[in-house]
């Protein structure tokens, strides 16, 4: 691993039980993103491949809703700690330590990735590749919800998260990078902070054209 996914894995080790109690209402006082999430899984089942990875699943909070919104849900986080957490908040779901650019699945395997707010201390220039990894496990068709932080202007921009530096991202940049990885937007939402920091956040739906 680089440097930033060395600080990063050890940021959010020292953050289980933290993460684990901030996000153990599964989004119920968030209910824009929680309405994202939904939908996206409504679609996911509708195509049929029930199969979706939770990208940087944390503490596994995401991972059971999707479990419980009708899919064949699994989680993955870089973080050790997380994985353990994860493990023993929801035994009868897999949780597995990997990388979001190296997961342990097969090729064009899954019916939908979930990257919540998984993506955001990965720095820009390595984002394409990052994107390339879910193309790949995706079926044709596979569906991807990320979601961000959101930044004025025509560039991402860093800032000092608590666990490890992160990125925000304007959201038109943002599809022209899954354009180029091979995805087409369907459907974005853009709503109101959700943290003291005062970003907007941001979600994309988009769909592998293959």
């Not at 800032?159 to 899954?178: I, T």
């Amino acid at each position: 691993m680089d440097g930033h996914e060395d600080v990063t894995r050890a940021g959010y080790d020292g953050a289980v039980e933290l993460y684990a109690s901030l996000f153990a209402d599964r989004l119920e006082t968030r209910p824009f993103a929680r309405a994202i999430v939904e939908a996206f899984a409504r679609l996911v089942r509708e195509a049929g491949n029930l199969r979706v990875a939770d990208v940087g699943c944390g503490p596994g909070h995401l991972t059971g809703l999707l479990g419980e919104l009708g899919l064949d849900a699994f989680g993955v986080d870089l973080s050790p700690g997380m994985v353990e957490h994860a493990r023993r908040a929801q035994p009868g779901l897999r949780f597995e330590e990997a990388r979001m650019e190296a997961l342990p699945v097969e090729d064009g395997v899954l019916g939908g990735v979930l990257a919540h707010h998984s993506v955001i201390h990965t720095p820009p220039g390595e984002l394409p590749g990052l994107l390339a990894e879910q193309v790949r496990v995706l079926a044709p068709g596979g569906l991807l919800l990320v979601s961000f932080s959101v930044a004025e202007g025509t560039e991402p921009v860093r800032f000092d998260h608590k666990v490890a530096p992160a990125y925000s991202w304007p959201v038109e940049r943002f599809v022209e990078v899954l354009a180029g990885a091979g995805f087409e937007v369907v459907a974005r939402l853009v709503h109101g902070p959700a943290s003291e920091r005062g970003f907007l956040e941001g979600h994309l739906v988009a769909r592998v054209v293959r």
